[in-house]
């Protein structure tokens, strides 16, 4: 009993520290709650977005709230080397034929690790890189050292078009985009960044390396039966709908999902933590796949206990959906699709017809959903 009421005194303190970075960056609360999520799965997360986004500024904020332990932050380019990660080579060692690592305020002392453009990795520090972030292991010529890193971050303005750098990607198994907020937003975003300025040296709500862990602990001890059977039915329509979800994958979203459920004060999981699964994709054209498949499922979770980025919608455009419908459209009339393109299209439009329920305007939301009917009715008559 008392370890359960310290349990959640720990989610409240994590709930705190990322509510205290949400009061600083207007509208980026999807990024920095899971981030939270990140931390306490001990998985890795990656930011997709273009420069002036806030991504390094949010991981720097997170970092300063995780006290007692060390933070790693670098910017790799193509000419990185070892060195500038791990740390050099001990010198007195090296004299006596030891290849010794010092690896003194490096990365692999680090409680958080930040690569900013991580996709400039080159292939010097590549194959020690991919063991580090998926086996939280450091190994260089005979040296092995476990790792202490919460998490690993990773960031890039655009997604890797080397094949040989799929692998580090892979390595990320939250992805979520990074872009400019909403011009609504813009005297917010101004007054809270004025704010962070003019109080830099105020007191802050912290957390510890240890406090972490006991929460990462607790992740593992969540009863996640009550959903097994929705996540393996909804894995497997994933896979049908060309999504690759690797069995290795799959085990990992488990900590995902628990990790939903310890944030919410939860030891058991229910339909609406499946909310982490919108942020495992690989491609930005599967987003809003994701997003219209894993809504349409917790959509029916009327647990008031839930996650708030499970119950967050986004209010549609009206302009925007007509536009991506007769995008699909013209996509549909292409000779010679395959069976994987046509189940896109058709998830694609299963998405904006449930995102066209949310127009307010009665008579925009009547010509979307006819132009919605129009193309399911194409569809159909080609099947």
Not at 141 to 152: D, H, N, S, W, Y
Not at 245 to 252: E, M, N, Q
Request: hydrophobic share 45%.
């Amino acid at each position: 009993m008392n370890e359960n009421k310290l349990q959640m005194n720990r989610a409240d303190k994590l709930n705190e520290v990322l509510r205290a970075v949400k009061d600083i960056f207007v509208g980026k609360d999807e990024i920095i709650d899971l981030l939270g999520i990140a931390l306490v799965a001990r998985e890795n997360a990656f930011l997709l977005g273009p420069p002036g986004t806030a991504k390094s500024a949010i991981i720097r904020q997170l970092s300063l709230r995780i006290v007692e332990g060390k933070n790693f932050e670098y910017l790799l380019t193509r000419f990185t080397e070892p060195n500038e990660i791990f740390g050099p080579f001990d010198i007195r060692k090296l004299r006596e034929g030891e290849l010794v690592t010092n690896t003194e305020g490096m990365m692999p002392e680090a409680s958080l690790v930040f690569f900013d453009e991580i996709f400039n990795a080159n292939s010097a520090i590549l194959n020690s890189l991919l063991m580090a972030l998926n086996e939280k292991i450091f190994r260089r010529g005979k040296e092995t050292k476990k790792l202490p890193a919460l998490m690993f971050i990773g960031a890039s303005n655009a997604l890797p078009e080397d094949e040989a750098l799929n692998a580090l990607l892979d390595r990320f198994l939250i992805r979520v985009e990074c872009d400019y907020v909403d011009t609504d937003l813009l005297e917010r975003v101004l007054l809270a960044g004025w704010k962070m300025e003019s109080n830099a040296e105020a007191e802050m709500v912290v957390i510890t390396p240890i406090e972490i862990i006991e929460l990462q602990k607790q992740c593992r001890l969540v009863d996640l039966s009550p959903i097994r059977r929705e996540l393996i039915d909804l894995i497997h329509n994933l896979r049908n709908t060309g999504i690759k979800v690797s069995d290795r994958r799959a085990v990992k979203i488990q900590n995902l999902i628990a990790a939903s459920a310890v944030i919410c004060n939860r030891d058991v999981a229910t339909i609406s933590d499946l909310w982490v699964l919108k942020y495992i994709w690989d491609t930005e054209e599967q987003i809003e796949i994701l997003a219209g498949i894993i809504d349409h499922i917790i959509e029916k979770d009327d647990k008031v206990d839930a996650h708030p980025q499970a119950t967050f919608n986004k209010a549609p455009n009206a302009e925007g959906l007509l536009k991506e419908t007769k995008l699909l459209n013209d996509r549909w009339l292409v000779t010679g699709l395959s069976f994987e393109e046509q189940n896109v299209i058709k998830d694609k439009l299963r998405y904006l017809q449930t995102r066209a329920n949310w127009i307010k305007h009665a008579e925009h939301k009547q010509h979307i959903q006819g132009e919605i009917e129009s193309l399911w009715h194409k569809i159909l008559q080609s099947v």
